[in-house]
């Protein structure tokens, strides 16, 4: 099966099931309206056929959801087996519109059923069956997983069901399954599972043969796990679905002895253990009661009673309650526009159980710690001003002035500034260009190796504190955060990893992409640390290349290498931009931390926070981003698959539309990612098998995130800034970034399988304009679109390395390595005196890159696109440099006008001898 396959057999599917589920249903109500119409009155048995044949794709499928459950598949098979076509088709057609709306969550219509050999008291979620009155009850399923006969499930749900209050917060209904396997396609398939509870003795295999699970499992489970004891397979299987999906409850149910089974560290992620025949009752509740967990947003439940006070406000917040506006003669419409409640929940204070961001001890603090369990940290910080400044306060707290950090050059603006801030000697590490689309992917390992072994070699070791990466890059480029940081510990135990996921946030809830996130692999790592595999590796190493790594040795490049576990920390930093790809306000980020020393820093993060952080924090931004975390644990699981499932439907289908693919290309993991960092040889998101992508997201040095869609308009004769402004403007679609001949498309969890459909039929449209306007304007029309295509997809300028640092702000001229003081040039350029202009285009510019002496650039220049720093405060400027500049046709320059030139610092501010600004700590 491959990634993106749309056939009518949904399991061996497994990760893009959700919609495969639905299209499938839709494929059989079809089968069954032909048969109705026509094969059963003709006593044509191939229409039936169709329909039966599509029955037991889904009867399979349908065994791992509650909903219609195996009741109403059964009616449905028996109305078919009965040749009642019509009875069949209405039953299908009713089910799966109930699927499609899942009106079945609150409607209690959808479980009734003529056909059902259960009376209807005991197909019905209470809550729905009239005890729950009116309000919302959010509902989920729980998977179980039990050795009891297939024949008594029946009874299992049932007496679950009785057990129901109505004043239960929400409802569920049971997913029964009874081995292993079943337990894991259960947890795969079927995103409405929250909690799970395993009784103690069920077996191993599943009765489906689903290859594709094997394989996952594999990297799941230890091997051996099958010929396991059934009770000796309980904590593999705990730790396999907690793998999966972190977020699960988890309950066992044993009659073994309970009391060390609770005790047992390889169960310490099981939420409660219960000796089997007790206390049904206390199952229930403490399964709600783990839903209500994720479910309680501390911030933002108390911002809601706040709201409803009648508060008497003498603070300075005028909007707060809203009266200066809703009486306002001229403002009105803002509280007409906003509501009233955005009012009502305004306000200064920090009393009144607000709690204060800038020194938590209540229910931020509270919000802040379920973050951290959200999202697999030790501690989360929520920031109300984007990861902009979650960035500089990581920066900040961590850097001290004349530290060495290692980083990617192509990084966001902000940790440019930060460097500056903290004083930190930054060593720029190229990515690897892709010079045809004007962008870069990310820095090589090899790359980052080869920097810190040059900076061993000279000493230079000790001084450098840490590495910052973006993860995934703006293009979509996601790194091996695993191996980068564990082949960087090898040669520093001690570096700090900065992962900048302003982008991937929503990762940590795909089980494929959480391994690469900051904080996956940081979870891996400690394990690994605390297991064997570090120390038996090590020492084949240790025999191979010696104990303490020679700078000189060339093998150190290519081989993988292994950290000391008894000398390396697991110091990981994670900055997510909430709002960027879950539901927080504009501006709502996080800061994850996984420190294994993080007490040591934990003040200067504090003083950090204190530094950047508005004492006038926005409250409804730090209320976003508790319910984001709680939508992220409660259904990110399914919003992310879907983004992505919807990610790759528009690869495929503008790929291979024949008249949309002829002018325009998303492009692939092959364009994106050259071949020598995909040892897995997979090249395509699209018509891949499944087992082959899992291997390139364990394995390959980067792989891509799909939900991060390059779309090449060159070759349809658009540049980027221009396509994206038509896109807008005229068909209402709003785009991410541009490049001069692509635009990003990118995915969320906000879309919808109508907004695919829309894009589709723009590209159709302005594909279908190009060839009328071609076929209009004859030959010379042609020969013009060729030229305008082969202009802006072949005439590209090459993008400039990062030169050097000006001799100036170096603290040894002879050295190899490429550190500088950016914060003393930055500074320096605060001296008029110290600054000059030269116009771009000027015979002055060639005579000094001739003959001198050197530009030096005083400031940040950053294009965008493509929106990385061409010139950074202190840089050298090259001829490659100014041919860039020259060709550049983009109108947003940051720190360039060009009606004054290039502000360079003067060659006389230089030629004074540098004091020794920064104490190199
Ligand atoms: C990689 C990266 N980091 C950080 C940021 C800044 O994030 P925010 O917009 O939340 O301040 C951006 C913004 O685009 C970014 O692309």
């Not at 904080?519 to 064997?532: H, N, P, Q, V, Y």
């Not at 650039?857 to 950074?872: E, R, T, W």
Request: aromatic share 8%.
């Amino acid at each position: 099966m491959s990634l993106d396959q749309d056939t009518t057999l949904p399991l061996d599917h497994l990760v893009s099931t959700m919609e495969a589920r639905l299209d499938a249903w839709r494929v059989l109500n079809a089968a069954n309206r032909a048969w109705a119409a026509t094969g059963a009155a003709t006593g044509d048995e191939t229409a039936k056929q169709a329909v039966e044949h599509q029955l037991r794709c889904l009867s399979s499928l349908e065994e791992f959801y509650a909903f219609p459950g195996r009741q109403f598949m059964g009616s449905l098979a028996e109305l078919v087996a009965e040749g009642d076509a019509a009875a069949a088709a209405r039953l299908s057609a009713r089910l799966s519109a109930a699927l499609l709306s899942k009106s079945y969550h609150n409607n209690p219509g959808e479980w009734d059923s003529d056909e059902s050999s259960l009376d209807n008291a005991d197909r019905l979620p209470p809550a729905l069956n009239g005890n729950g009155g009116d309000k919302h009850r959010p509902y989920f399923e729980v998977l179980v997983v039990t050795p009891t006969p297939q024949t008594k499930w029946t009874e299992v749900s049932r007496e679950m069901r009785r057990l129901r209050r109505p004043q239960d917060p929400f409802v569920y209904e049971l997913v029964i399954v009874g081995s292993f396997e079943d337990a894991a396609l259960g947890a795969i398939l079927n995103p409405a599972i929250e909690a799970v509870v395993v009784f103690d003795g069920f077996h191993f295999a599943s009765q489906h043969d689903v290859p594709l699970l094997h394989r996952f499992l594999e990297a799941h489970v230890p091997p051996g796990v099958a010929d396991l004891t059934s009770e000796a397979m309980t904590p593999a299987l705990v730790r396999m679905l907690k793998n999966l999906r972190p977020e699960l409850d988890i309950y066992l149910l044993s009659d073994r002895k309970v009391e060390e089974m609770a005790a047992n560290p390889e169960l310490a992620c099981v939420r409660r253990v219960f000796y089997e025949v007790e206390e049904p009752l206390e199952i229930h509740l403490s399964i709600l009661d783990g839903i209500n967990d994720r479910y309680e947003t501390p911030y933002f439940d108390n911002l809601k009673k706040y709201s409803q006070r009648p508060m008497g406000t003498f603070h300075a917040l005028p909007v707060a309650r809203g009266k200066s506006i809703f009486k306002s003669n001229w403002i009105r419409d803002m509280g007409e526009f906003y509501g009233l409640n955005l009012f009502l929940a305004e306000s200064s204070a920090t009393t009144g159980g607000l709690d204060s961001l800038l020194e938590p001890t209540g229910n931020i603090k509270t919000a802040q710690d379920k973050a951290a369990r959200a999202f697999g940290a030790d501690h989360a910080f929520f920031v109300t001003n984007g990861t902009s400044t979650s960035n500089k306060i990581v920066e900040q707290a961590l850097l001290h002035p004349g530290d060495i950090v290692l980083v990617d050059r192509n990084c966001h603006k902000s940790h440019h500034y930060g460097m500056v801030l903290a004083g930190a000697r930054p060593v720029y590490l190229e990515a690897y260009p892709m010079m045809e689309y004007s962008m870069y992917g990310g820095v090589p390992l090899r790359t980052i190796k080869k920097a810190m072994l040059d900076l061993k070699a000279e000493g230079k070791l000790d001084r450098v504190r840490m590495l910052l990466l973006t993860n995934c890059t703006f293009d979509g480029h996601v790194y091996n955060t695993r191996q980068v940081m564990e082949e960087c510990l090898a040669i520093k135990p001690d570096l700090i990893f900065l992962w900048d996921e302003a982008w991937f946030g929503f990762a940590r809830f795909s089980p494929f992409f959480r391994q690469r996130t900051a904080m996956g692999a940081a979870t891996l790592i400690k394990r690994a640390m605390a297991g064997s595999d570090y120390r038996s590796a090590l020492e084949a190493q240790r025999r191979e290349v010696g104990v303490d790594l020679d700078p000189a040795d060339a093998r150190l490049l290519d081989r993988r290498l292994v950290p000391d576990p008894d000398r390396m920390r697991v110091r990981v930093y994670q900055t997510n931009s909430t709002h960027k790809s879950m539901s927080a306000l504009r501006q709502g980020s996080m800061i994850l931390v996984c420190d294994q020393d993080f007490h040591h820093v934990e003040e200067a993060f504090h003083e950090a926070i204190f530094t950047h952080t508005s004492t006038s924090p926005n409250l409804q931004i730090i209320a976003s981003l508790d319910i984001a975390r709680r939508q992220m644990e409660l259904e990110g699981y399914e919003m992310v698959m879907k983004a992505t499932q919807l990610a790759l439907t528009i690869r495929r289908e503008v790929n291979r539309h024949p008249l949309v693919s002829k002018y325009f290309r998303v492009l692939d993991l092959g364009d994106m990612v050259p071949a020598e960092f995909r040892r897995t040889g997979m090249e395509s998101l699209t018509g891949t098998d499944w087992t082959k992508a899992m291997e390139s997201v364990w394995n390959d040095e980067f792989v891509l995130d799909p939900t991060r869609l390059t779309l090449v308009c060159g070759s349809a004769g658009f540049d980027g800034t221009e396509f994206k402004g038509m896109l807008a403007e005229k068909y209402d679609i709003q785009i991410n970034k541009t490049s001069r001949n692509s635009i990003l498309l990118q995915t969320n969890i906000n879309n919808t399988r109508s907004d695919v459909a829309h894009l589709m039929k723009v590209l159709v449209d302005i594909a279908t304009g190009i060839e009328e306007r071609l076929a209009a304007g004859g030959e010379p029309a042609v020969a013009a679109f060729r030229g305008r295509v082969a202009g802006l997809m072949k005439d590209v300028p090459d993008m400039p390395n990062f030169s050097r640092f000006h001799d100036h702000f170096r603290e040894d001229t002879g050295s190899a390595t490429s550190e500088g003081d950016i914060r003393s040039a930055f500074y320096l350029a605060y001296d008029e005196g110290s600054c000059e202009h030269v116009k771009l285009n000027s015979r002055e510019i060639d005579r000094r890159l001739k003959s001198g002496p050197e530009l030096v650039s005083a400031s940040f220049v950053i294009p965008y696109p493509p929106g990385f720093p061409i010139m950074v405060p202190g840089q050298v400027i090259t001829t490659e440099t100014i041919e860039f500049m020259r060709k550049l046709d983009v109108k947003e320059i940051h720190g360039y006008q060009a009606s004054r030139g290039l502000k360079l610092l003067t060659p006389k501010a230089l030629a004074v001898q540098p004091v020794m600004r920064i104490e190199v700590a």
